[in-house]
């Protein structure tokens, strides 16, 4: 096996080849989509990409929203402009962690189970921000334990980085919607304060954006995931690459190549941040 496909088999990528002629084109994301202009990306391997050997993913399925079945049309819900929240007195970090364990400013409190607030090294360069904790990250309390949090982690190991060591991730919300259904635009503005103290305080080179509702809270835009992937953008003057949710991909395994190239795109462009 070569270096390439040993790569793409540790995140769970076959060959382009194994899907189905016309699957992916026939699905209604697909249908429904605008067309999209991408930025062509060199996703030629490098040396320092060599992926540790991972245990086969046994974990239960995740609570996360069915895609529509066939002939179903449903439009993509879009988040309203969200108010723009003046900054805070920058707390300290325990004393952050105690506000959002204690935070009862949204119905959310109501549901949860406990608070999400992150994990990793506070003082990492990379920045992950995904959407929302699903059921198993209210149970535990982290974000990323279920699934897609272990995709994710064979996806960090494949670039070299750990999540313990390389990066912290947190995620827009810090509670579980009910049912892991989508986050309304008065949660997000609830919680994001929280979101603006970790982003002060951890001071990241890059922020990679994990999914549609973290891109658009993020850069304040309605654009969809591609419509903004496979560009560099910022957020506050910090760079910021856009790419797929990990549960998304579990669901979409045809677009697990091009989460692939956005992680060799960041990885390329925090290598170039950091020689700056």
């Known amino acids: 096996m070569n270096r390439a496909a040993l790569i793409q088999s540790v995140i769970g990528l076959?060959?382009?080849?194994?899907?189905?002629?016309?699957?992916?084109?026939?699905?209604?994301?697909?249908?429904?989509?605008?067309?999209?202009?991408?930025v062509a990306i060199d996703i030629e391997p490098e040396a320092s990409l060599a992926p540790p050997r991972q245990d086969a993913v046994t974990s239960p399925q995740p609570d996360v929203p069915l895609v529509p079945p066939p002939g179903v049309d449903i439009a993509p819900p879009v988040l309203p402009p969200l108010p723009q929240?003046?900054?805070?007195?920058?707390?300290?970090?325990?004393a952050l962690e105690r506000a959002v364990r204690d935070c009862r400013d949204c119905r959310l409190c109501q549901t949860r189970t406990q608070t999400v607030f992150g994990r990793g090294n506070k003082q990492a360069r990379w920045l992950l921000i995904g959407?929302?904790?699903g059921e198993q990250e209210d149970k535990q309390g982290?974000?990323?334990?279920?699934?897609?949090?272990?995709?994710?982690?064979?996806?960090?190991?494949?670039?070299g980085l750990d999540r313990d060591r390389d990066v912290y991730i947190a995620n827009v919300l810090k509670c579980r919607p009910p049912g892991n259904r989508n986050p309304s635009g008065d949660e997000i503005a609830t919680c994001q304060n929280y979101l603006i103290q970790q982003i002060r305080h951890i001071q990241p080179?890059?922020?990679?954006?994990?999914?549609?509702?973290?891109?658009?809270?993020?850069?304040?835009?309605?654009?969809?995931?591609?419509?903004?992937?496979?560009?560099?953008?910022?957020?506050?003057?910090?760079p910021l690459i856009v790419s797929?949710?990990?549960?998304?991909?579990?669901?979409?395994?045809?677009?697990?190549?091009?989460?692939?190239?956005?992680?060799?795109?960041?990885?390329?462009?925090?290598?170039?941040?950091?020689a700056d």
């Open 14 to 38: 076959g060959p382009s080849w194994e899907a189905r002629p016309g699957w992916f084109e026939q699905h209604p994301a697909a249908l429904n989509r605008p067309p999209e202009t991408l």
């Open 85 to 94: 929240v003046q900054a805070s007195p920058l707390l300290e970090w325990d």
């Open 131 to 133: 959407e929302a904790p």
């Open 142 to 159: 982290q974000p990323f334990v279920g699934r897609a949090g272990q995709l994710l982690d064979n996806m960090l190991s494949a670039t």
């Open 205 to 238: 080179t890059l922020i990679l954006a994990l999914g549609r509702f973290a891109a658009q809270t993020l850069l304040q835009t309605e654009k969809g995931i591609g419509q903004l992937r496979g560009k560099l953008h910022s957020y506050q003057d910090i």
């Open 244 to 274: 797929y949710h990990p549960a998304y991909l579990l669901r979409n395994q045809p677009d697990k190549h091009k989460a692939w190239q956005d992680l060799i795109f960041a990885k390329k462009t925090f290598g170039r941040l950091s």
